[in-house]
């Protein structure tokens, strides 16, 4: 019976960085030694998958509302500090549509 590694702090940072900076998590799913740590990479996936939704929902509201969903683009970008910060805590975060997407696609 294999046991998953134990979550360090620079697991749990690298994992929080990739919600608001999403180059971050770009950047970790290339590295080696990061993509090998199953709480990074599902944190680094999930942060992608939650922010290609997420602008996309600020494109669709910037095209309905004539601009005024680009004018609150920086207000929605706030949304990716919970994960962010339930990440950091240690925690596999659970997006409510994102998490069961990624899990069914085996992305994570």
Not at 4 to 12: A, G, I, L, R, Y
Not at 34 to 43: Q, T
Not at 65 to 89: E, H, M, N, Q, R
Request: proline share 6%; aromatic share 14%; charged share 15%.
């Amino acid at each position: 019976m294999s046991e998953e590694p134990q979550v360090t702090s620079d697991d749990k940072l690298w994992a929080a960085l990739g919600y608001p900076i999403p180059l971050i998590a770009i950047i970790v799913l290339f590295m080696e030694e990061k993509k090998a740590r199953p709480f990074i990479k599902f944190h680094a996936v999930q942060a992608l998958v939650f922010n290609v939704a997420l602008w996309v929902l600020i494109l669709v509201l910037s095209t309905v509302t004539l601009g005024f969903g680009a004018i609150c683009a920086p207000l929605l970008w706030l949304v990716t500090l919970w994960p962010a910060f339930d990440s950091y805590k240690g925690n596999y975060t659970e997006v409510p549509v994102i998490t069961n997407f990624i899990k069914n696609q085996g992305w994570a």
